[in-house]
């Protein structure tokens, strides 16, 4: 796998880009060049806990939450693939990704925040997420100054 890296600085308080990444409704603005906004999580966020990312026909993923750290560090690991709402079994192709992480690292000096994000990911899917990424970071960016 290879990791890919994304960051952006943000004019507001840490506190805010991890409000704006993981509140519910601005979660679903950020994650539309992922999805076309056609994505569901279901988690009740904890570290710990099991993390399902899927849409509308019931594909996706079913992921982990390594670690939450407010307002400092998310850490996901992906899992397994969900086809039809069904987790799948591994295959060769999905044993190329199973057990990537994908982490979100907050950093603050003087009220400017530093975003890294760092994905594992297989060849196959490295342009979908150096496409995407940039789109959603910018979102995040915009969504967290606009106040």
Do not use: C
Not at 8 to 18: D, G, M, S
Not at 52 to 59: A, L
Not at 123 to 132: A, I, V
């Amino acid at each position: 796998m290879k990791v890919l890296k994304f960051s952006t600085e943000i004019n507001a308080t840490r506190e805010k880009v991890w409000e704006v990444l993981w509140d519910e409704e601005s979660y679903k603005k950020w994650i539309k060049p992922f999805s076309n906004g056609d994505l569901k999580t279901i988690s009740d966020w904890k570290e710990g806990a099991s993390i399902t990312f899927m849409d509308s026909k019931g594909n996706g993923m079913q992921s982990k939450i390594n670690k939450m750290s407010p307002p400092e560090t998310m850490v996901f690991q992906h899992l397994k693939e969900i086809k039809n709402g069904e987790v799948q079994p591994s295959t060769p192709e999905t044993k190329k990704w199973e057990g990537a992480l994908e982490s979100y690292n907050l950093t603050e000096k003087n009220a400017i925040t530093s975003l890294l994000v760092k994905m594992d990911t297989s060849k196959e899917h490295e342009d979908f997420f150096n496409e995407s990424f940039p789109k959603a970071l910018k979102i995040v960016k915009d969504l967290a100054e606009e106040n």
